[in-house]
């Protein structure tokens, strides 16, 4: 019999609740106890939804992220925030985002807060995670209070618990010495806590922890492959069962390390490693048990439910008992219900699965193997249906679309000019003083601008009234740029929803949900549009918003576009083709709406490449193959313009240090990018590149509701200065202004115009 069980669940709640609990705490309009008690009626709602499952996953929840959850757990907090008074969960959030609620942050309100942790992505997802602080001298001691409290509610619930903790390898390799020590030389110190903390678990009667580990599925070196000998040989007496997992990729030659280590089994992704599953069927310990991520945890298509069964049969006829099936992966990464979505094109509604259903997928599977086809027979028919109808729809393949894709040259993406000449003519048009202050596209988005949008698409508000709701927005951003003196002005897009979904909406080729949010750090939710077919853009999409903006300043107006690689790591994507394809069709749609903006006037227009890293593969083996087609489609979406043209990029919080080359090959006149959480840390990359164009490293810090001091900002960007040449610096922001409010907008656009004018004096 196949042991069923799931590596984690969607936390946010199927109607965001966790979010508006989130910020109504830290806007001090409700207390810590409802926040709490919203925290626990999720838990309770989605431990039933896997009741069915024999084992359970807790301590998956996180009011925040997963990874700041195990630092806390490990004690490892920041030297900044050791010595705040009050609760514990504000000194979390503070570590976080840089302050907790209104009103608890008696120091935060004379000094502004403390600076937030450093945010990535995790792995190659859209997740984002609050890096671990090292230094040579780190301690850890344990707080097992979060994950022992969610286990015994667990217990009080009937759940057949299976406490989750990232693996201590794991946890070192995503973390970062801020003094530049070697991280494994903590390995030592941190062993001897996650004993105690499988020890405190093992006297709670758990039976099996699952331990994530997830690094090895990239390229270790030996240092960091004898470090899981070394952790494994330690944990192996902690009196629980041990289920080593990862996810994201293949072992390869990483399999033999993990199959050896003294655990009692191992989780492999058989969505992206089912190559590897004999091999680790011979390579394991007859004695271990083998889990299978058996259904996709990061995408939304139903699962082939027969192929499936085809290859894992004979799986589960040799492994027996031994077997266990699963997601792939934490399904944190999907919706959490199909059920909800009442307005979904039917015929693509019946090719999806979000949480929820993959978790029915599971049982199904399950059903086969265990008591044979006939039981689950009519489950099994309706999947093999939808599967035929999405397989030969005439909606997903568009031979026109097809045939352009094919007609793709070498020329299509190159610009007329070399960089220096084409600067030469963009500053005779544009006039721009040293260090030119922009902002990187959005403005707030209020809540009259949620309201009117929500009641247009409610059908309460027609178009006219609609449109001029938003002109009269756009018109109060270009006027408050104005007045803060910005030198190039942006439309502030309030009509946009979310910078893929807004384009997403007026592509053919895309549908979208109406409650498939996906967790994207904190508070911050994403409903990615879906990607089902051939892509082709049937009009202009922002020209009349942009144009309307430009006619209302004589400043230059930056039209703003979502870049090609960015649509397509930030969507739902079909997987019946290879994402190349997908990526050099978006790529022809957008170019289209690039030159659109250029006949309308408008002379620098922003294409934005913010998920450019997270779709690298997470081998370096296999990067050069996605950078090659990823820039690709960026230089044919952007090159199609006049060398007067300036084009602009923005990539916020990737690490790109070790892809400078290809960031350089993408030949955009000015990139703009994160630099200010993480302290000009990512400018380090031109320590030993001659980066060629200009670039502007951000200096406010939109995650964090703190406002930064005029001498911060001027202080990063004489880091800056210190590695590009100042008539190549911009001043900016690190992220769009959407999420923040105009209280907290304007004295920091305010502090960040005073220090371009005092860099520029100092220049002078």
């Given at each position: 019999?196949?042991?069923?069980?799931?590596?984690?669940?969607?936390?946010?709640?199927?109607?965001?609740?966790?979010?508006?609990a989130?910020e109504?705490?830290?806007?001090?309009?409700?207390?810590?106890?409802a926040?709490?008690?919203?925290g626990?009626?999720?838990r309770?709602?989605?431990?039933?939804?896997?009741?069915?499952?024999?084992?359970?996953?807790?301590?998956?929840?996180?009011?925040?992220?997963?990874?700041?959850d195990?630092?806390?757990?490990?004690?490892?907090?920041?030297?900044?925030?050791?010595?705040?008074?009050?609760?514990?969960?504000d000194?979390?959030?503070?570590?976080?985002?840089?302050?907790?609620?209104?009103?608890?942050?008696?120091?935060?309100?004379?000094?502004?807060?403390?600076?937030?942790?450093?945010?990535?992505?995790?792995?190659?997802?859209?997740?984002?995670?609050?890096?671990?602080?090292?230094?040579?001298?780190?301690?850890?001691?344990?707080?097992?209070?979060?994950?022992?409290?969610?286990?015994?509610e667990?217990?009080?619930?009937?759940?057949?618990?299976?406490?989750?903790?990232?693996?201590?390898?794991?946890?070192?390799?995503?973390?970062?010495?801020?003094?530049?020590?070697?991280?494994?030389?903590?390995?030592?110190r941190?062993?001897?806590?996650?004993?105690?903390?499988?020890?405190?678990?093992?006297?709670?009667?758990?039976?099996?922890?699952?331990?994530d580990?997830?690094?090895?599925?990239?390229?270790?070196?030996?240092?960091?492959?004898?470090?899981?000998?070394?952790?494994?040989a330690?944990?192996?007496?902690?009196?629980?069962?041990?289920?080593?997992?990862?996810?994201f990729?293949q072992?390869?030659?990483?399999?033999?390390l993990?199959?050896?280590?003294?655990?009692?089994?191992?989780?492999?992704?058989?969505?992206?490693?089912?190559?590897?599953v004999?091999?680790?069927?011979?390579?394991?310990?007859?004695?271990?048990?083998?889990?299978?991520?058996?259904?996709?945890?990061?995408?939304?298509?139903?699962?082939?439910?027969t192929?499936?069964l085809?290859?894992?049969?004979?799986?589960?006829?040799q492994?027996g008992?031994?077997?266990?099936?699963?997601?792939?992966?934490?399904?944190?990464?999907?919706?959490?219900?199909l059920?909800?979505?009442?307005?979904?094109?039917?015929?693509?509604?019946?090719?999806?699965?979000?949480?929820i259903?993959?978790?029915?997928?599971?049982?199904?599977?399950?059903?086969?193997?265990?008591?044979?086809?006939?039981?689950?027979?009519?489950e099994?028919?309706?999947?093999?249906?939808?599967?035929?109808?999405?397989?030969?729809?005439p909606?997903?393949?568009n031979?026109?679309?097809?045939?352009?894709?094919?007609?793709?040259d070498?020329?299509?993406?190159?610009?007329?000019?070399d960089?220096?000449?084409?600067?030469?003519?963009?500053?005779?048009?544009?006039?721009?003083?040293?260090?030119?202050?922009?902002?990187?596209?959005?403005?707030?988005?209020?809540?009259?601008?949620?309201?009117?949008?929500s009641?247009?698409?409610?059908?309460?508000?027609?178009?006219?009234?609609y449109?001029?709701?938003?002109?009269?927005?756009?018109e109060?951003?270009?006027r408050?740029?104005?007045?803060?003196?910005l030198?190039?002005?942006?439309?502030?897009?309030?009509?946009?929803?979310?910078?893929?979904?807004?384009?997403?909406?007026?592509?053919d080729?895309?549908?979208?949900?109406?409650?498939?949010?996906?967790?994207?750090?904190?508070?911050?939710?994403?409903?990615?549009?879906?990607?089902?077919?051939?892509?082709?853009?049937p009009?202009?999409?922002t020209?009349?918003?942009?144009?309307?903006a430009?006619?209302?300043?004589?400043?230059?107006?930056?039209?703003?576009?979502?870049?090609?690689?960015?649509?397509?790591?930030?969507?739902f994507?079909?997987?019946?083709?290879?994402?190349?394809?997908?990526?050099y069709?978006?790529?022809?749609?957008?170019?289209?709406?690039?030159?659109?903006?250029?006949?309308a006037?408008?002379?620098?227009?922003?294409?934005?490449?913010?998920a450019l890293r997270?779709g690298?593969?997470?081998?370096?083996?296999?990067?050069?193959d996605?950078?090659?087609?990823?820039?690709?489609?960026?230089?044919?979406?952007?090159n199609g313009v006049?060398d007067?043209?300036?084009?602009?990029?923005?990539?916020?919080?990737?690490?790109?240090?070790?892809i400078?080359?290809?960031?350089?090959?993408?030949?955009a006149?000015?990139?703009?990018?994160?630099?200010s959480?993480s302290d000009?840390?990512?400018?380090?990359?031109?320590?030993?590149?001659?980066?060629p164009?200009?670039?502007g490293?951000?200096?406010?810090?939109?995650?964090?509701?703190?406002?930064?001091?005029?001498?911060?900002?001027?202080?990063?960007?004489?880091?800056?200065?210190?590695?590009?040449?100042?008539?190549r610096?911009?001043?900016?922001?690190?992220?769009g202004?959407?999420?923040?409010q105009?209280?907290?907008?304007?004295?920091?656009?305010?502090?960040?115009?005073?220090?371009?004018r005092?860099?520029?004096?100092?220049?002078?």
């Amino acid at each position: 019999m196949a042991t069923t069980h799931n590596l984690g669940f969607p936390r946010i709640g199927a109607k965001r609740e966790l979010k508006f609990a989130q910020e109504a705490y830290w806007k001090g309009e409700s207390s810590r106890d409802a926040l709490i008690a919203v925290g626990a009626a999720l838990r309770t709602r989605h431990w039933h939804d896997q009741a069915a499952f024999d084992l359970v996953p807790v301590g998956d929840f996180a009011f925040y992220d997963q990874i700041l959850d195990m630092s806390f757990t490990l004690g490892n907090l920041p030297e900044r925030v050791r010595n705040f008074h009050g609760d514990k969960l504000d000194n979390y959030f503070r570590v976080a985002r840089g302050r907790s609620a209104k009103g608890t942050d008696d120091h935060a309100a004379c000094c502004g807060g403390v600076a937030a942790g450093e945010m990535t992505k995790w792995f190659d997802t859209n997740y984002h995670y609050i890096v671990p602080e090292f230094d040579a001298d780190t301690r850890f001691k344990l707080d097992a209070s979060r994950l022992l409290e969610q286990l015994a509610e667990a217990r009080a619930l009937g759940v057949k618990a299976k406490p989750v903790i990232v693996g201590p390898v794991t946890y070192l390799a995503i973390g970062k010495a801020k003094d530049g020590s070697d991280r494994l030389s903590l390995l030592p110190r941190l062993l001897p806590v996650y004993a105690e903390l499988l020890k405190a678990l093992a006297g709670q009667g758990v039976e099996w922890v699952q331990i994530d580990e997830p690094i090895l599925v990239t390229e270790l070196d030996d240092a960091w492959r004898d470090a899981f000998t070394q952790a494994y040989a330690a944990l192996k007496d902690s009196g629980v069962r041990l289920l080593l997992t990862t996810y994201f990729g293949q072992l390869r030659e990483n399999l033999d390390l993990a199959a050896s280590l003294p655990v009692h089994g191992i989780h492999l992704d058989a969505i992206n490693a089912r190559d590897e599953v004999n091999a680790l069927i011979r390579a394991v310990p007859s004695d271990r048990v083998i889990s299978l991520g058996v259904v996709n945890g990061r995408n939304i298509w139903k699962t082939d439910l027969t192929s499936v069964l085809n290859w894992l049969e004979p799986v589960a006829t040799q492994l027996g008992d031994r077997l266990w099936i699963a997601p792939s992966c934490s399904l944190l990464h999907v919706p959490v219900d199909l059920a909800g979505e009442r307005k979904l094109d039917e015929e693509i509604r019946s090719w999806l699965a979000f949480a929820i259903q993959k978790l029915a997928e599971i049982k199904v599977l399950a059903a086969a193997l265990t008591q044979g086809y006939d039981a689950v027979a009519d489950e099994l028919a309706a999947n093999a249906a939808a599967i035929a109808a999405r397989r030969n729809s005439p909606r997903v393949n568009n031979p026109a679309v097809k045939a352009a894709v094919a007609r793709i040259d070498a020329g299509l993406g190159r610009r007329k000019g070399d960089f220096a000449t084409r600067a030469a003519k963009q500053q005779a048009h544009l006039n721009l003083p040293l260090y030119p202050t922009t902002t990187i596209g959005s403005f707030p988005q209020t809540k009259e601008i949620r309201l009117v949008r929500s009641a247009f698409k409610a059908g309460n508000l027609d178009l006219p009234a609609y449109n001029q709701a938003m002109r009269q927005e756009i018109e109060r951003s270009v006027r408050e740029q104005e007045a803060l003196g910005l030198d190039v002005l942006v439309h502030g897009e309030a009509e946009r929803n979310d910078m893929v979904e807004y384009f997403g909406e007026q592509l053919d080729g895309y549908v979208f949900s109406q409650g498939g949010w996906v967790q994207s750090y904190g508070s911050r939710c994403v409903k990615p549009p879906i990607l089902f077919g051939d892509i082709s853009r049937p009009h202009a999409m922002t020209v009349e918003w942009i144009a309307y903006a430009q006619s209302l300043t004589n400043k230059p107006m930056k039209g703003m576009l979502t870049g090609p690689v960015t649509i397509l790591n930030w969507s739902f994507v079909r997987d019946d083709q290879p994402r190349s394809v997908s990526c050099y069709q978006l790529a022809l749609a957008i170019r289209e709406e690039v030159q659109d903006l250029e006949k309308a006037g408008i002379r620098i227009i922003q294409i934005d490449e913010a998920a450019l890293r997270e779709g690298l593969p997470l081998r370096r083996a296999q990067w050069r193959d996605y950078l090659d087609w990823a820039i690709e489609s960026f230089r044919i979406t952007a090159n199609g313009v006049a060398d007067k043209t300036q084009i602009h990029t923005h990539m916020c919080y990737s690490e790109f240090n070790d892809i400078i080359a290809s960031i350089a090959d993408m030949d955009a006149d000015v990139i703009t990018i994160e630099t200010s959480r993480s302290d000009m840390e990512l400018l380090e990359a031109f320590d030993n590149f001659n980066y060629p164009n200009q670039i502007g490293p951000g200096v406010y810090d939109i995650h964090s509701p703190n406002i930064p001091t005029e001498d911060h900002m001027v202080n990063l960007m004489k880091k800056a200065a210190e590695r590009i040449p100042a008539e190549r610096l911009w001043v900016n922001p690190d992220c769009g202004l959407k999420t923040r409010q105009w209280n907290e907008v304007i004295p920091a656009l305010t502090g960040m115009v005073s220090a371009a004018r005092t860099l520029r004096a100092a220049a002078s």
